[in-house]
């Protein structure tokens, strides 16, 4: 079974080729000349990726995350025209409806570097928008990235948010001719983090991103088609490409100190700030990571690693996320699936991100290499990690088998225990928790067999007690939370525990003072 296993790990699967990503030529560096450390990343991003060293531009601006309308026409927008006509970057002419737009442009994907402002601010000479439910049609303010998306066309009104032409489309934007750039963000709360993240994209595509995906519904407005059925869109893709997924349904956002392992792409919504399992000081995630929760303001800020989302999941080890710097109404935010399904497909991290997002000239960024490719190797080539032969497995067996449940099953099983892979053995617990199979509980007890390390163990007591919790098994679950909050009560995790716990059985109220 070992020999079966590693044919299976060195099996080419038979996939469409990935998409070229935008070559290194096309692309071009904004950093601030007048901000600490902001040419130095640029010049760390041009050689990581061999991009030209006159693609750089340094504009002296403000340092400061915000900038407002006039400074940022004035002190960027302009000088920024300025460079592409200097440096013959493109064409421009008018187009049917009167407005000047780039006919020839060899710059597809624009780098701003930490150091270059990330919002600007609402147009106080502009009347303010009443707050009603049409006020996004009214307002002004925007993320730089999302206004230069449309560099180079001028005639387009200010407020509120431009059709994305981009949208939903499955070419990348060399073949599309579209009159637009891609704007993606190198930003984060420390130089150290963003060169981290820049390094982390580049090793990660000779290996391929493998690990857990962990989706977290919260069911918070679930008829919103970018919120809970966009996320269970996620998590079917996700089995369906054989990439093993842990899928949290409960009202409330996964607890405290989850203790998550492995965790490779993350999709959740809706809390304000950072929660759940991303409190655990010990937490970290896969090296390349894509992590992403939805929130209004999960961009608002890009420097403290405990405010908002953006900025604690890039300081918690993720290469790559999604935000928003201002409210950008949820149905003008980007669609995940989208986004997932094209990464998936091998399109770049900018192209993902611009395909799934429906407007421009709006309040989205993309944080993270632009450039980034995290499934490359999808097909089972690359360099071959040793962390990563239980995923690589899982995969292959899932697409060999993948019309053949019960060979599946029997063959994950094998694999899990001759290699006594916890791995391989929660993956397939999930499966059957997923699918309500009674084999879910033994399926996670054997797995707790396999792991050695306590975080894993209690994971797996978790499973069993979110399984039962899930089918009104209330006291069931509430025994295995008490169970576990006594046995793991010396590790951060058993915090997990006693959050569902609480949730399960609250504890009394206290009476009133007269």
């Not at 490779?264 to 304000?272: E, I, K």
């Not at 950008?328 to 995940?336: A, E, I, K, R, V």
């Not at 916890?422 to 396999?450: P, T």
Request: charge should be neutral; hydrophobic fraction near 45%.
């Amino acid at each position: 079974m070992i020999r079966l296993l590693g044919f299976l790990i060195a099996l080419p699967l038979a996939l469409h080729a990935a998409p070229a990503p935008p070559p290194a030529e096309a692309v071009a560096i904004l950093y601030n000349s007048s901000a600490a450390d902001s040419k130095a990343l640029a010049e760390f991003y041009a050689k990581a990726r061999g991009i030209p060293e006159d693609h750089l531009i340094g504009l002296p601006l403000p340092e400061s995350e915000e900038i407002s309308r006039e400074d940022f026409k004035k002190q960027l927008l302009a000088p920024l025209v300025g460079e592409y006509e200097r440096r013959n970057w493109w064409t421009r002419d008018r187009d049917p409806q009167g407005n000047v737009v780039p006919t020839r442009n060899d710059i597809r994907v624009l780098v701003t570097m930490r150091g270059v402002p990330s919002r600007i601010a609402p147009d106080p000479s502009l009347p303010i928008p009443k707050p009603d439910e049409k006020a996004y049609l009214e307002t002004n303010q925007a993320a730089v990235d999302s206004e230069l998306a449309l560099l180079g066309v001028e005639g387009l009104p200010l407020k509120g948010g431009l059709n994305n032409p981009y949208f939903k489309a499955d070419k990348s934007i060399a073949e599309t001719g579209l009159p637009m750039t891609l704007v993606g963000r190198i930003d984060g709360p420390t130089k150290a983090i963003c060169e981290r993240m820049i390094r982390d994209a580049v090793e990660t595509e000779k290996t391929g991103l493998w690990g857990m995906t962990v989706i977290d519904i919260a069911k918070k407005f679930p008829e919103a088609i970018q919120g809970d059925p966009a996320l269970e869109n996620i998590a079917r893709k996700s089995r369906e490409t054989g990439l093993p997924v842990m899928v949290d349904r409960f009202p409330e956002t996964l607890p405290s100190h989850f203790p998550l392992k492995d965790t490779a792409v993350y999709f959740g919504w809706y809390d304000w700030h950072v929660s759940g399992p991303f409190l655990n000081p010990g937490f970290k995630f896969k090296k390349g990571a894509v992590a992403v929760h939805l929130h209004s303001f999960s961009a608002a800020q890009l420097r403290n690693p405990a405010q908002n989302w953006s900025a604690p999941l890039l300081a918690k080890g993720a290469a790559a996320t999604l935000g928003n710097v201002y409210e950008p109404f949820l149905q003008m935010t980007h669609h995940f699936d989208i986004f997932h399904a094209r990464l998936l497909a091998g399109y770049s991290l900018v192209e993902a991100a611009y395909m799934s997002v429906p407007v421009l000239s709006w309040q989205n960024v993309v944080l993270g290499d632009p450039l980034y490719r995290p499934f490359l190797h999808l097909d089972g080539g690359g360099e071959v990690a040793e962390e990563d032969r239980a995923y690589r497995a899982i995969r292959v067996a899932s697409m060999r088998w993948k019309d053949q449940p019960r060979e599946l099953d029997m063959k994950l099983r094998e694999g899990a225990d001759r290699l006594k892979s916890g791995a391989m053995m929660e993956a397939v617990g999930l499966l059957n928790a997923e699918q309500r199979s009674s084999a879910a509980a033994a399926d996670f007890q054997k797995a707790k067999l396999y792991y050695t390390a306590k975080p894993d163990r209690l994971r797996m007591d978790l499973h069993i007690a979110a399984f039962d919790r899930a089918a009104g098994r209330n006291a069931a679950a509430a025994k295995i939370l008490r169970g576990a909050g006594t046995l793991y009560l010396d590790i951060p995790e058993a915090t997990a525990a006693a959050v569902w716990l609480n949730a399960l059985e609250p504890p009394p109220t206290k009476p009133q003072q007269k």
